[in-house]
Structures are given as C-alpha cells and as structure tokens.
C-alpha cells in the first residue's frame, strides 16, 4: 500500500464491485499514490454517499474514482455533490455485461460532467492511470513515476512475435 494521505477515493456501488475496481487501487499503488476505496451505493446507503462527499476534499482527496454496475448512477450523483474531477467506471455485473452501465455513466446530461473510462478491469486500471496524471500536472514526483511506468510497459512489448 502506497503511503501517506489518501488523494484519490475509489467509491464502489458494492462489495461485489472490488474484483474489478481493485485494478485502480493496484496502479495508484504501484504509482505510489495512496487511495481510499470504499463501498458506497447511491441508491443502498445515499446518506453515506452525501457525508463522505462532504467532508473528501477537506481530507485531501483530490480525484474520485466511482464503479458501478446496472442503471449505474454512482458517478452522477458523485459528481453532482463535488467540485472534485469525477472518473466514472461502468462495471459488466448485471445481465446486459455493463452496456447499461457504460450508457448510464457516459450519458451525463450537460452540466455535471463524468468522464467515463471502458467497461470493466482495463477501465479501473485506466481511471487510475487518469487520475495520476491529473496529479502529476502539479506533483513532479507523481509525474517522474508515470514516466516511468509508460516506459516499462514500453519495455515490456517484444518487437518481433515470436
Ligand atoms: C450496482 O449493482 C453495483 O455497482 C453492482 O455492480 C451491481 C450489483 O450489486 P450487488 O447486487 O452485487 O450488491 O449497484
């Protein structure tokens, strides 16, 4: 686990959510950036939603991550409450496989915005990548651990196939 303060929350509409939202919290981790993950459902537990919302940016949380599956509305109403950038990360656990809840985050109607990642583990990983780089516009470190980063993945594509 990173060090230091949270600067990043990772909400989640369920417990059941984690297996694929844990792909955030794993690069922040690996970037050094110390996230808070937490399940909170908009619909199950709205006031938990509300009072962590409250009090988050006070606590040095700077970036939301927020999952959900279904006619998800986690992002929306996330982002309604903050000021704080909202990443929205539509989770394939219901029947229709996130299509549902890619359409119910990406939709926003203008004004609230949510900037929506893919469906699924390459969406949680790619908010978390996304959320670094928003830091790293005025954390040089942040920025210096994201180069690197880029480059070992580069590294790590052989040229040839075979
Ligand atoms: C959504 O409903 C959650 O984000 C989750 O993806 C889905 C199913 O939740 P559980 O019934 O597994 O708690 O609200």
Known sequence: MAEGSARVAILMGSQS???????????????GIASDPRVISAHRTPDRLVRYLAGAEQTGIEVIIAGAGAAAHLAGVTAAHTLLPVLGVPIGSSDLKG???????????GGIPVATFAI???????????????????????????????EAQSAAVPERPY
């Not at 959510?17 to 970037?31: F, G, H, I, N």
């Not at 299509?99 to 985050?105: C, V, Y």
């Open 99 to 109: 299509l549902d809840a890619l359409l119910s985050t990406v939709q926003m109607p």
């Open 120 to 150: 699924g583990k390459a969406g949680a990983k790619n908010a978390g990548l996304f959320a670094a780089a928003i830091l790293a516009r005025s954390d040089a470190s942040v920025r210096s651990r994201l180069e690197k980063f880029r």
């Open 17 to 31: 959510d984690w297996e694929v939202m844990k792909a955030a919290e794993q690069v922040l981790d690996e970037l």
